[in-house]
């Protein structure tokens, strides 16, 4: 017998003993609202990083190593 309908009978018969445990919860607005705005932090945070160091260098600087 495979390793695939082996973990089927195992997953079927603990759903049987407990379901109550197996449902899937949502969590409260009061842990998915930071999650998101930290998300958005972080995101925004690591978008911005890379234009900032980019922006280290005068822009003159740059056009002229260009046009050389």
Do not use: F, N
Not at 3 to 27: E, F, H, K, N, S
Not at 41 to 48: D, H, I, N, W
Not at 55 to 66: F, G, H, I, K, N
Request: positive net charge; hydrophobic residues 50%.
């Amino acid at each position: 017998m495979g390793a695939l309908p082996i973990v089927g009978r195992l997953v079927g018969r603990d759903l049987r003993r407990r379901p109550a445990q197996a449902a899937t919860t949502v969590p409260s607005l009061g842990w998915l609202i930071p999650a998101v705005l930290a998300t958005l932090v972080v995101v925004t945070g690591l978008t911005a990083l890379p234009a900032w160091v980019g922006s280290r260098r005068p822009l003159t600087d740059v056009l002229a190593q260009e046009a050389s």
